[in-house]
């Protein structure tokens, strides 16, 4: 089978979501075992679940099309009649990038924390913002959910830790938007297990810096992945022969995750790089993302754009993400790119705005609005 090489994702630090399936995804794909998951046939996929299940330490484990999906579906397994809130990070991706999802599929009232440190939420947020008691003018909070990684930051483990205990002694289950959990994983060592122990269920995806083409995982209680089951159908992610898209996800967990470490490795060799330009990051660079502060960093967000098309980069706004498939000679463009656009900006009119995306909720290219 003939294949580009490289992958076309090798100049786009857009997002890690731009990867390609590699060769021996697409040859897996081609070998996969056809049985219908909807009935619960399919081979590829009980071996993809049993796998997450042993890594995450959880009892069980349900393919899902999709992070979103299986966020929605993770949170509203927990949840019964309203009113209820879910407690969040306001950058949550559960909160701000999901489409209205938890007001809509779960009817809940959403408490969108913004951390006091500015990095990520602690358990003293948690306290200040979370509704207990029976009050019948209130929605009491019935799950906590934690993005980790949130912007490539990783929330201390003790801090998770904390916050698991406060939830279950308030009855509040604890959620763990996992998309890059492998990405913290990758970066500290910590056995995805030791993460999953303080969580009621985990999503988790493939299709980030992982690299398979098509979807995410829920980890759970086996009941709770029951109802996941269920909810999953109802909203049309019940999919037939799903070992074509599980092989992939096998691959990707054999293959690809072990490089992830590199991957990090990379992302603050590039940040030590830029540093030396005078580019700083908005939140610290923990994993494989960096934020550019282009206000301290005088940078105008229009020109590095301009000078990012100059140079054969795709970036699209202030964060620089990478992955497995970036290459060392894209790199040396981006830092090009970055150093051309930072002379630029110094003999250019002083508007060091973004000119890219609108910041604020929503958008993923400002992470610090309240960091000092
Ligand atoms: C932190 C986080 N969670 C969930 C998702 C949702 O994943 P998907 O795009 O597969 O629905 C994303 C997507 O970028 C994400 O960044």
Known sequence: MSYPKPS????????????????????????????????????TTIDFQDQISRLTGMEDAIFMLSGTMGNQIGVR????????????????????????GLAVLSQAMVIPVHPANGIYMTLEDVKKWVVLGDDVHTAPTKVISLEVTIGGVLTPMEEIRKISEFASSHNIKVHCDGARLWNASAATGHPLADYCQYFDSVSMCVSKGLGAPVGGVLA????????????????????????????AAMVALREIWPTMKETCEKTK???????????????????????????????????????????????????????????????ENLKSAIAAAVEIT???????VSKVRP?????SSKMNEFAI
């Not at 110094?346 to 060091?352: L, N």
């Open 8 to 43: 076309s994702a090798a100049n786009e630090f857009r997002s890690d979501t731009f990867t390609t399936p590699t060769p021996a995804m697409l040859d897996a794909m081609l070998h996969a075992s056809f049985g219908d998951d909807v009935y619960g046939e399919d081979r």
């Open 77 to 100: 397994i927990h949840l019964d009649q309203p009113p209820h809130s879910v407690l969040c990070d306001y950058r949550a991706h559960i909160y701000a990038q999901e489409g209205s």
């Open 220 to 247: 759970s209680t086996k009941s709770n992945v029951k109802r996941a089951r269920w909810l999953r159908k109802q909203l049309g992610g019940g999919v037939r022969q799903a070992g074509v898209l599980t092989s």
């Open 269 to 331: 060799k590039l940040g030590r790089d830029l540093a030396i330009l005078g580019v700083v990051p908005q939140i610290p660079v923990d994993t494989n993302f960096f934020f550019i502060d282009a206000a301290r960093s005088k940078l105008d967000m229009g020109i590095l754009l301009e000078q990012c098309a100059k140079f054969n980069v795709n970036l699209q706004d202030e964060r620089i993400a990478l992955h497995h498939q970036i290459t060392e000679e894209a790199i």
């Open 346 to 352: 110094r003999d250019s009119p002083p508007s060091f």
């Open 359 to 363: 910041s604020g909720y929503g958008s």
